[in-house]
């Protein structure tokens, strides 16, 4: 599901890249909780309309619970994920 569905890759530049093969007439919602990747807990999180997860529409990138990307609708997401050594 993680790689082949909602497609979560990651590298050790502390890089994550979201490429959903889901569309949005596949799947009204999906959810990928607690992935861990460079000392944080990643969530994924689609939803169509907000009904199900209420945190507004489209999907969303949270790291440690934290929204760290944003789309409107289901898309492709390169993020920065600061890595515990560079703190």
């Known amino acids: 599901i993680i790689s082949g569905l909602v497609r979560l890759e990651v590298d050790h530049d502390g890089m994550i890249i979201v490429d959903p093969l889901i569309t949005e007439d596949m ?3 999906f959810c990928l909780q607690r992935v861990a990747h ?3 807990s990643i969530t994924i999180i689609y939803d169509k309309t907000s009904d ?3 945190r507004g529409a489209g999907s969303s990138v949270y790291a440690d619970g934290i929204r760290i990307a944003y ?3 289901i898309t492709t997401m ?3 994920i600061d890595r515990p050594d560079e703190k």
């Open 27 to 29: 799947m009204p919602w």
């Open 38 to 40: 460079s000392g944080k």
């Open 52 to 54: 199900q997860y209420d």
């Open 71 to 73: 789309s409107p609708k």
């Open 78 to 80: 390169t993020i920065e």
